[in-house]
Nanobody, 125 residues
Framework: QVQLVESGGGLVQAGGSLRLSCAAS????????MGWFRQAPGKEREFVGG????????????SYVDSVKGRFTISRDNAKNTVYLQMNSLKPEDTGVYYC??????????????WGKGTLVTVSS
């Protein structure tokens, strides 16, 4: 059983940056694809970005929803069992609760088997 804990959310002005972190425990981190999803008020949860699992590899596949391409970057540190989401040039429409997800041997377009409780990101205009 994998436990995921997000951090790094907060209030930021449009055009600003935030870095989200997700610390994982309870599993072999490198065997899990990791990803970020978000849910805006009144909307369904959507995929934001994901990074593939890794065993003995130094490069990974990553994927993003079109609306964040070029602004968000996902990365992972297997030594720290942590995945990050660097968010730049934030827009008010990026506001929502951001959830970390993990999927055993998943691809960068993971659906998510395990979920964190979320961290709130609010972008003011």
């Amino acid at each position: 059983q994998v436990q995921l804990v997000e951090s790094g959310g907060g209030l930021v002005q449009a055009g600003g940056s935030l870095r989200l972190s997700c610390a994982a425990s309870g599993g072999t981190f490198s065997t899990y694809a990791m990803g970020w999803f978000r849910q805006a008020p009144g909307k369904e949860r959507e995929f934001v970005g994901g990074i593939s699992w890794s065993i003995g590899r130094t490069t990974y596949a990553d994927s993003y929803v079109d609306s964040v391409k070029g602004r968000f970057t996902i990365s992972r540190d297997n030594a720290k069992n942590t995945v990050y989401l660097q968010m730049n040039s934030l827009k008010p429409e990026d506001t929502g609760v951001y959830y970390c997800a993990a999927e055993k041997y998943g691809t960068s377009r993971l659906k998510g088997d395990y979920w964190g409780k979320g961290t709130l990101v609010t972008v003011s205009s």
